[in-house]
């Protein structure tokens, strides 16, 4: 059980990076990104077809995988949400674009094969690949019976060192109170002389480039990389943790990450694999019945 508790954490803290970019993105422009997924999806895409197509080493693809996504987040805001947010367009037109833009970046990825035009970034259509062995060193250590491989320890080691860097920044810093200024209320962010259409676009980088490393650590650890990882894997699993923790807050996406985590690692030891996802979204709508504003819901008045 104990082996299995720690496998909760590994998965949880990949769950835990994916929400915070879906929380940080509603916190500040109080809209659901629904293309967070396929960003996610692009991360570990990128970085395969870096390696196994082009040749590069892993680390460098990883950076640049990182550094497209955070730029497609860029491209979310100036494409689907900033035109909609100048018109008046109610939040759900804005989810709906979203949508849209997600469907179609897993349209691209799943039609590229060998002789398409988008045959520099894919290759292998809807199949699901892996990394090749060897991609990044994977030692096994075996500690007090369990056993820890190096790529889960250093997806946990990415996860925590990022969360902590975040909170700095967002509370600690002129950025960071900036941004916390604009979720709270974005006319009085104005008159206070805060930029914010750039704090707009900054946050969509931030969110899209935890969301793009969520997907390579997702790639390394489960070994499953296709076009259809962000929607099947994590799309909903995603919504549910911020359900969980409270929409909005970033401590509570990853308190729910974990959570969620957990959750799913008890069902299939005690139900088996068939029900696992089924009991962890029973525990979210026990959560939605008993506490509908989530773990951390009592601070949605201070969000972030």
């Known amino acids: 059980m104990t082996q299995q508790v720690l496998n909760a954490i590994f998965i ?3 769950y835990a990076l994916f929400a915070v970019g879906y929380t940080l993105v509603f916190g500040v422009l109080d809209v659901l990104n629904l293309a967070h997924s396929a960003v996610f999806m692009l991360g570990a895409v990128i970085t395969y077809s870096l390696v196994v197509i082009h040749g590069m080493p892993f680390l460098p693809a990883a950076v640049i995988a990182v550094l497209v996504c955070g730029l497609l987040g860029v491209l979310i805001e100036f494409v689907a949400l900033r035109p909609l947010r100048r018109r008046n367009a109610p939040p759900i037109a804005a989810l709906i674009s979203t949508i849209g833009l997600a469907l179609i970046f897993v349209a691209i990825v799943e039609q590229a094969t060998p002789g398409t035009f988008f045959s520099w970034l894919w290759q292998d259509g809807a199949n699901s690949v892996r990394f090749p062995a060897g991609t990044v060193p994977d030692p096994t250590y075996r500690l007090a019976g ?6 889960k320890l250093g997806i946990l080691a990415t996860t925590v060192v990022l969360m902590l860097v975040l909170g700095y920044v967002m509370r600690f810093t002129q950025v960071g ?11 009085a962010a104005t008159l206070l002389g805060i930029n914010v259409d750039r704090i707009f676009a900054s946050t969509l980088f931030v969110s899209s480039v935890l969301g793009g490393l969520a997907g390579i650590l997702f790639g390394l650890a489960i070994s499953d990389i296709s076009p259809y990882i962000g929607r099947d894997q994590v799309e909903l699993k995603g919504l549910a943790v911020i359900v969980l923790g409270g929409m909005g807050s970033i401590p509570g996406a990853v308190v729910g990450g974990y959570l969620l985590g957990l959750i799913e690692v008890f069902a299939f030891v005690r139900f088996g694999g068939n029900v696992e996802a089924g009991v962890a979204f029973a525990a979210l709508f026990l959560m939605l019945v008993v506490r509908p504003q989530g773990l951390f819901g009592a601070r949605l008045r201070e969000r972030l």
Do not use: F
């Not at 369990?146 to 790529?151: A, Q, R, S, V």
């Not at 109170?177 to 006319?187: D, I, K, T």
């Open 12 to 14: 949880g803290s990949i």
């Open 146 to 151: 369990l056993t820890i491989e190096g790529t």
């Open 177 to 187: 109170r900036a941004l916390r200024a604009v979720a709270e209320n974005r006319r």
